[in-house]
Structure formats: structure tokens, C-alpha cells
């Protein structure tokens, strides 16, 4: 097995988080753990054993996951932004980074994965 193994998931829709867990596993993934709030993903990256990680651009409640990105982003761990808008909603820093596209396709999360 070849690139990241354990794949944060950030995603506060309970359905789609349960969904990118399924294709982690078809891919041969593991999730590194699934967090719906900044505060959640950040102690999950604290407490270690993330190799990469997929992160809804938009969270419950207006939050947005930038913080996250932010914290990988300063341990060099790789990441892929989930979105349902346009780039745009991206924070300018990390508009370079890969994007995913919902809905999700099994073919796209493998791509955005080997993106990384």
C-alpha cells in the first residue's frame, strides 16, 4: 500500500461522513478518526496517527474548517478540501490544494486521495 493510510474525516452530515468511511474502505483506507467541529478534528490531529485528511469546507453552525487546515497544514500532513460550492469558498491560502466535489463519487475521493 502506497500514499496515506489513516484519512481524517471532517464532515458534520452524519450520512456522508458514514459514506467517504465505506469508500476509505474500499480503498484499502482506514479513517483516522470522524469529526463534525473544528474543536473534534483538532484533538483527533493532537492526539496523532493521521496521515491525511478530508475536510467539509462548511461545518454546522457557520463554522468553517480553515483551523483544521491550518493544523495540518503545520505538521505537513496532506489534506483535500469537500465542498458543494464554487473554490471560492476555499480560504485563499489553500485554493492550491485538491478539491473534492459533492456529491462524492467512489472514483473521485481516489482521485483526490492519490491527488494528495
Given at each position: ?14 450520512l ?27 484533538a ?73
Amino acid at each position: 500500500m502506497t500514499g496515506p493510510q489513516q484519512i481524517l474525516i471532517v464532515e458534520d452530515e452524519p450520512l456522508i461522513a458514514m459514506m467517504l468511511e465505506d469508500f476509505l474502505e474500499v480503498l484499502d483506507k482506514r479513517p483516522a478518526g470522524t469529526a463534525d467541529t473544528v474543536a473534534g478534528a483538532l484533538a483527533l490531529i493532537e492526539r496523532g496517527g493521521v496521515d491525511a485528511a478530508i475536510l467539509d469546507v462548511n461545518l454546522r453552525g457557520g463554522e468553517k474548517s480553515t483551523p483544521v487546515a491550518e493544523a495540518l497544514a503545520r505538521r505537513d500532513i496532506p489534506f483535500v478540501f469537500a465542498t458543494g460550492g464554487t473554490e471560492e469558498s476555499v480560504d485563499d491560502r489553500f485554493r492550491g490544494r485538491p478539491t473534492l466535489m459533492k456529491p462524492f463519487t467512489m472514483d473521485g475521493v481516489a482521485k483526490a486521495l492519490e491527488a494528495l
